[in-house]
């Protein structure tokens, strides 16, 4: 076993505290391959932001779980070289099972999240209780899911969305001790998040159940899965280079820096990045047919990435410049 202390891995214990204090949410961007680590390192050291860096079950599969550690501790490392001082979570998404966590929290993840949204009450509590057990006694943080989040992405697969019911978050709270919950108030996995034919189109969130479930709650982190907001801009890039990717929609910026200003601490962002690696590798390989240096492609990619990452902590999430008071 190694701790995430080793690594140079902060828990989310005091982010969530900060930001809830100064009213910001911190990122939770997740990665699956170097560059995309690279581009959140960069583009959240660039604006002094702290970050959450999540791998799901299938991500940590298709890298293998011991590189995701030390590609993990090589970010660290690699804030440091640049001189980028912000603290780094390295944190499991949507984790499966006990023995999932259990891996992850030997392996030096400092905050693990168990989705348990797709069982019954009385399990999602009791196995969210023992991995909150397991993980507390190593200083490792737990996220827990109340509700179901609706949409695909590699790791989740959910066709019906099922709001969480604020009379429930105090009881599941005080029952599995855990560290923070996921609550669901209309965002979606993936890049087809609502079924309407235009973007005014879009449904506001539920920001009647969040401000229940803060009022209930008090100063209890609460996270928002499926933040993606599908910029209009590389959807086209994708269109225009060959792609086929028809009504999608995201969560509009205005509305997730509404909810930062309701006690909402973590907002999770994974599909934007998928969008903009994809635009700008379709976009390159079209304008440089000659070119087959991965390097070129990629690199291209990790730039764009870097400068979504920082318009989203400066202008959306209002997490840059925050690092100082972590």
Same mark, same amino acid.
Not at 52 to 59: E, K, T, W
Not at 164 to 192: M, R, W
């Given at each position: 076993m190694i701790s995430f202390k080793e690594l140079g891995f902060s828990n989310t214990k005091r982010m969530f505290e900060v930001a809830l204090e100064r009213k910001f949410a911190v990122p939770g961007y997740n990665f699956s391959n170097l560059e995309q680590l690279q581009a959140i390192i960069i583009g959240c050291g660039e604006s002094n932001s702290p970050v959450?860096?999540?791998?799901?079950?299938?991500?940590g599969k298709y890298a293998n779980p011991i590189m995701v550690r030390y590609l993990g501790q090589g970010a660290v490392e690699m804030a440091k070289d640049l001189g980028y001082d912000i603290p780094i979570a390295l944190h499991l998404d949507h984790g499966s099972s006990f023995e999932l966590a259990k891996n992850c929290i030997n392996n030096g993840f400092s905050s693990v999240m168990f989705d348990g949204s797709h069982l019954k009450y009385d399990e999602n509590v009791n196995t969210t209780k023992k991995i909150v057990h397991y993980a507390h006694e190593k200083d490792v943080c737990v996220e827990a899911e109340l509700g179901v989040i609706a949409?695909?992405? %590699?790791?989740?697969?959910?066709?019906k969305h099922y709001y969480? %019911?604020?009379?429930?978050?105090? %009881?599941?709270?005080?029952?599995?001790?855990? %560290?923070?919950?996921?609550?669901?108030?209309?965002?979606?996995?993936?890049?087809?998040k609502f079924k309407v034919e235009k973007e005014e189109d879009i449904p506001e969130l539920r920001f009647d159940i969040l401000q229940e479930v803060r009022e209930r709650l008090d100063k209890f982190p609460i996270v928002l899965h499926g933040s993606s907001s599908i910029p209009k801009k590389y959807i086209k890039i994708i269109n225009e280079y060959g792609g086929k990717v028809a009504k999608a929609f995201g969560i509009p910026e205005l509305q997730l820096k509404k909810a930062t200003q309701y006690g909402v601490c973590k907002i999770n962002i994974a599909t934007d990045f998928r969008i903009v690696f994809t635009a700008m590798i379709r976009k390159y390989l079209s304008e440089h047919p000659n070119h087959f240096g991965p390097r070129q492609y990629l690199g291209l990619a990790r730039q764009e990435s870097i400068e979504m990452i920082k318009q989203r902590n400066k202008e959306v999430l209002g997490s840059a410049n925050q690092a100082q008071y972590i």
């Open positions: 959450i860096l999540q791998n799901s079950p299938s991500a949409g695909i992405e %590699d790791h989740v697969k959910a066709t969480t %019911d604020p009379e429930q978050v105090e %009881d599941f709270v005080n029952k599995t001790n855990c %560290d923070s919950l996921a609550i669901a108030i209309g965002t979606s996995h993936g890049a087809y």
